[in-house]
Nanobody
Framework: QVQLIESGGGLVQAGGSLRLSCAAS????????MGWVRQAPGKEREFVAQ????????TYGDSVKGRFSISRDNSKNTVYLQMNSLKPEDTAVYYCAARDNWDTSRGVDYDYWGQGTQVTVSS
């Protein structure tokens, strides 16, 4: 059982950068595969990024590849999402998520979810 709390969202201009953090408590952080999922208003949830247990494999959605970078620090029970070259279409609520099993489908069927943090990118 793990609890996830996102932080770092806010308003940023197009082309700018933002770093999201997700603090995990409960369970054993290093046993969870961690990811980020976003949801824009009126849209379905979209896979953003996922990182393996030891940060050896990083997977990205097509729309963010090359601009976003996921990482984790198991000593701090924290996963990050560094977002660069932000675009207005990146505006969404960003959710930290965890799963018990490795999966490379780039889906959104995670086992545990944070409450989300709003990211707004202005033109």
């Amino acid at each position: 059982q793990v609890q996830l709390i996102e932080s770092g969202g806010g308003l940023v201009q197009a082309g700018g950068s933002l770093r999201l953090s997700c603090a995990a408590s409960g369970g054993t952080f290093s046993t969870y595969y961690m990811g980020w999922v976003r949801q824009a208003p009126g849209k379905e949830r979209e896979f953003v990024a996922q990182v393996s247990l030891m940060d050896t494999i990083r997977t990205y959605g097509d729309s963010v590849k090359g601009r976003f970078s996921i990482s984790r620090d198991n000593s701090k029970n924290t996963v990050y999402l560094q977002m660069n070259s932000l675009k207005p279409e990146d505006t969404a609520v960003y959710y930290c998520a965890a799963r018990d099993n490795w999966d490379t489908s780039r889906g959104v069927d995670y086992d545990y979810w944070g409450q989300g943090t709003q990211v707004t990118v202005s033109s």
